[in-house]
């Protein structure tokens, strides 16, 4: 795809270690599984450019080590984040357990309008499941978050939790809830004139044209 994109959004990847987290960056970028399984130290680095409802959308992914030892490090690429994918593994309740104080800090530390989808990996791990779906899905209802089973082994839901992500934050940009132009929101734009297109937009009415990506399956 061509590398020329409409905005920039910076991502987390959060969640325990063994969770997955590194091995779906993997699968969303180079559409293949990672096979070793050591974990992340501090953290990985991986972007991608993907086509959200008509617009070239570049993702800055940022996937944190998931170790409490590292927590401290962490914490500090949380600043200015526009979404993170909040993981856990299926097969682990400890993992499970875990999510609240993830997206506590989440929400505490990046932006106040963080896009934050839940995720649970290694769904092709069926048998071994300690995490039903509608006990996951409960906790996302009771925690405004959207909800998606993935498996980084297979590629199954993978990209699609990239881009729901991707796409509630393109909605809140696009309805006036994000102001891009401030700072510390995780969104940059691709070039001076859609800068212009914006502009022009606040000065005619405000938010664009009643958020068509909302509307975007």
């Known amino acids: 795809m061509n590398e020329s994109y409409n905005y920039l959004l ?10 997955g987290k590194s091995c779906l960056l993997h699968q969303f970028i180079e559409g293949e599984f990672r096979n070793d399984t050591t974990h992340t130290i501090g953290v990985e680095f991986g972007s991608k450019v993907v086509q959200v ?38 097969t682990s309740r400890e993992s499970y357990n875990a999510l609240l104080q993830w997206l506590t800090d989440a929400r505490s530390l990046a932006s106040p309008h963080i896009a ?14 300690q995490v039903p779906f509608l006990e996951a899905s409960r906790f996302a209802q009771e925690n405004d978050l959207t909800f998606i089973e993935s498996s980084a082994l297979t590629g199954e839901n993978v990209e699609e939790a ?9 909605c809140k940009l696009e309805s006036g809830e994000i102001d891009a132009e401030r700072a510390g929101q995780g969104i940059q734009f691709g070039d001076a004139q ?3 297109v914006r502009a022009d937009g606040r000065k005619t009415g405000g938010p664009l044209s009643n958020c068509a990506v909302c509307n975007t399956s």
Do not use: P
Request: with cysteine.
């Open 116 to 129: 934050v989808i839940l995720v649970g990996n290694k769904k092709d791990l069926e048998n071994d499941r």
């Open 10 to 19: 910076k991502f987390l990847i959060i969640g325990n270690a063994g969770t």
């Open 194 to 196: 859609l800068r212009r």
């Open 162 to 170: 990239f881009l729901k992500c991707a796409r509630t934050i393109l």
């Open 53 to 90: 409802s008509g617009k070239n959308v570049k993702l800055q992914i940022w996937d944190t080590a998931g170790q409490e030892r590292f927590r401290s490090v962490t914490r500090s690429y949380y600043r200015g984040a526009a979404g993170a994918l909040l993981v856990f593994d299926v």
